[in-house]
């Protein structure tokens, strides 16, 4: 489930695959090629369910970001990875809330970012910066990202469906401590990521082998799904509240869960931290 990864591109590729248009492609939108539904459709054929997935992920976005900006009070968001839109936008949540809350959007996606620019013309709160979130020192120098946001005060950092685009050789923690180092005290860090659940939920453990393998074979290359000690380390050094690291539909849902999740949503957690 995704949006990042890869060099900025300057202009858009149809033949090859993006995760932006494959995440929007599950999601239901129409802003993808036959190269990213030829992706879709090979996941949907081992998870029919997948979109309920997509669903949570965005799901989990709204209660967050209505949690950090109505109950909290943070009026500045970074979306690394932010993908195409769709309902409702980040800046849409948080802004309902506090009407001045800025919110820039950061993505590799030349498709993304026609959309994101287009979003300036809507709203001076809301900003877009061309960015590779694997280079976060390049990233953080942005000017809309430097200068867009002021790092004297808490800033909201979102992390959603990004980083299991990010190979092992990256390295996942490190390239997190990066950002949790740069951001100012009271920041919050809000991340979802694919699990691999082993030996606690073996249903989903094998479903999670089938999609890894789906994703790895496919044209897109990437999607890996991690142990919740390899998720969990992406939050050194931030306290995470709780319920913790859990499953999206069980963090602070907006109401009870009248059946069981099937195992396609047992396969992404989420959590939100406190750098102190």
Known sequence: ????????????????????RVYDAVLGGKDSYASDRAVVDDLLAVAPGLGELARDNRAFLARAVRYLA?????????????????????????????PDATVVYVDNDPMVAAHGRALLTENENVRF????????????????????????????????????HVPDEVGMPELMARYLDALPPGSFLVLSHIFQPGAEDPEAAALAERLEATFLNSALGSGWFRTREEITACFAG???????????????????????????????????????
């Not at 489930?1 to 932006?20: F, K, L, N, Q, Y």
């Not at 009070?73 to 980040?90: M, R, V």
């Not at 990202?145 to 005060?153: E, K």
């Open 1 to 20: 489930m995704a949006r990042t990864g890869g060099a900025v591109s300057g202009g858009i590729d149809p033949e090859r695959p993006s995760s932006a």
């Open 70 to 98: 109505g109950t909290v009070g943070i009026d500045q968001f970074l979306d690394c990875g932010s993908g195409l839109p769709a309902e409702e936008n980040l800046h849409q949540i948080a802004q309902r809330a506090n």
């Open 129 to 164: 910066a061309a960015g590779d979130l694997t280079d976060p020192a390049a990233l953080l120098a942005e000017p809309v990202v430097a200068r867009g946001l002021d790092w004297s005060r808490p800033i909201a950092l979102l992390q959603l469906s990004t980083l299991h």
């Open 238 to 276: 931030a306290e995470i509240f709780e319920p913790g690291l859990v499953v999206l539909a069980d963090w602070w849902p907006d109401g009870p869960r009248a059946e069981p999740l099937e195992p396609v949503r047992r396969l992404l957690l989420g959590g939100i931290a406190r750098k102190e």
